[in-house]
């Protein structure tokens, strides 16, 4: 089927959720990907920063065929090998903690509000305002944008929303009933707005004084995006609960809940439960894709890579009075633009490039841990091109 067929189709079978690109992705290569016409892209947003090796790496091919041929579930009423090496990695990320294996970041981000909840006997959950943590009803009412969450109310009681950065105001809004404050490192969907380090250090610090769980949301910010394992290491910060999903498997659907020895005893037989959560296929899939990105050092090149699309990006700021900020961490980078910025991605999308626009005005690049400095080169004067037409 060519592009337009599916598109015409869609409506008539699937919901209407999304708002989509004009085109139909059939397959991918390393950074590249192509549509049902035969149009060939490079891929600068990776499935929303979830394609961490690009498009069928051989590894992630390798484990998938090899786990698939052995099992793919079997239900978390029985022990599995490969959850056992997946969790002794992501303990060795992350030291001194315990792994519960889900499907998605916003079911990620539910375990841990239970957790929370839980193990501290308190109800209230903080979160920033601008922030993104998933759909279910819990992680949509915890996501400090409005518009996500008004028109399913009720909601789930015991959230508010607090200013990212804003620390007087966090200081007001805790009290004795403060469970758990959740927080992006770089807030992703609203726009790749970064936090500063005293700000969170100082959020560290007040949550250890009121007995208050810091929850960090790397659903987007893990796995060697920001030029660090974890975002969480830019700034030293050492949360109670991290939540992980997105690159976590290479493009496999798999999200957990990684939290400090204490906490995770919050956790007893019944309390909580998946019957995706972990399966022998997505922990395989996983421990490879994780593993490639350490033996493949890419989260050097995500930070040296990401450095130098900055330093690039900042040349075309210097030209374009458009751009108001460009900011991010590895790649991870927003392009803060005076406007709408979907024009944009539909003309980059025309000459070959698939970017975000998130946020409104904000670009969104994610490319693929493994893109080379050609690919950022040719992006950059393809993205030059685009700036010159419309400004
Ligand atoms: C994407 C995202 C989520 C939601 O993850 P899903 O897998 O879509 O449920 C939660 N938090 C952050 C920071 C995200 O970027």
């Given amino acids: 089927m060519k592009n337009e067929e599916i598109m015409e189709n869609y409506p008539k079978y699937i919901m209407n959720t999304y708002s989509r690109q004009p085109i139909a992705i ?145 200081k007001e809004t805790i009290n004795s009933e403060t469970a758990a404050i959740i927080l992006e490192v770089i807030q992703g969907e609203g726009g790749v707005v970064t936090g500063d380090e005293s700000y969170f250090k100082e959020v560290e610090k007040i949550c250890k004084e009121n007995n208050i769980l810091l929850i960090l949301d ?27 999903a997105k690159g976590i498997a290479g493009g496999f659907p798999m999200g957990a809940i990684i939290a400090n020895e204490k906490v995770a005893e919050g956790f007893q037989p019944g309390d909580h439960g998946t019957t995706f959560g972990g399966t022998p296929l997505a922990c395989a899939v996983a421990f490879a894709s994780i593993n490639t990105i350490i033996t493949e050092n890419l989260i050097e090149n995500s930070q040296k890579l990401g450095n130098y699309f900055k330093t690039e990006l900042l040349k075309l700021k ?4 458009f751009i108001k900020d460009v900011r991010g961490y590895g790649l991870m980078i927003g392009v803060k633009l005076a406007t709408n910025c979907s024009e944009i991605v539909d003309k980059a999308r025309e000459r070959g490039f698939l970017i975000n626009c998130t946020a409104n005005n904000v670009i969104r690049l994610v490319p693929p841990l493994i893109i080379k400095k050609e690919d950022i080169d040719i992006f950059i004067s393809m993205i030059d091109e685009v700036f010159q037409e419309i400004n």
Wanted: hydrophobic share 35%.
């Fill in 218 to 244: 790397e659903v987007q910010t893990g796995f060697g995006r920001c030029g660090k394992m974890f975002a969480s290491e830019l700034f030293d910060l050492k949360p109670d609960i991290t939540t992980v």
């Fill in 26 to 170: 059939s397959h991918g290569k390393g950074v590249k990907v192509w549509d049902n016409n035969g149009k060939e892209y490079l891929d600068f947003f990776a499935g929303i920063a979830v394609n961490n090796l690009g498009h069928a790496h051989q590894n992630i091919l390798k484990a998938l065929k090899e786990q698939s041929e052995k099992i793919i579930h079997c239900s978390n009423i029985y022990y599995n090998e490969n959850q056992l090496e997946l969790a002794k990695l992501l303990t060795q990320l992350i030291p001194n903690t315990k792994v519960f294996f889900a499907n998605s970041g916003a079911e990620a981000n539910e375990g841990a509000i239970k957790l929370a909840r839980k193990y501290t006997k308190k109800t209230e959950i903080i979160s920033a305002k601008n922030s993104f943590h998933g759909r279910t009803l819990a992680a949509v009412t915890a996501t400090g944008q409005l518009k996500y969450s008004e028109p399913f109310k009720p909601l789930p009681s015991g959230f508010k929303h607090v200013k990212f950065g804003d620390l007087d105001e966090l």
């Fill in 318 to 321: 210097d030209k374009y009075n």
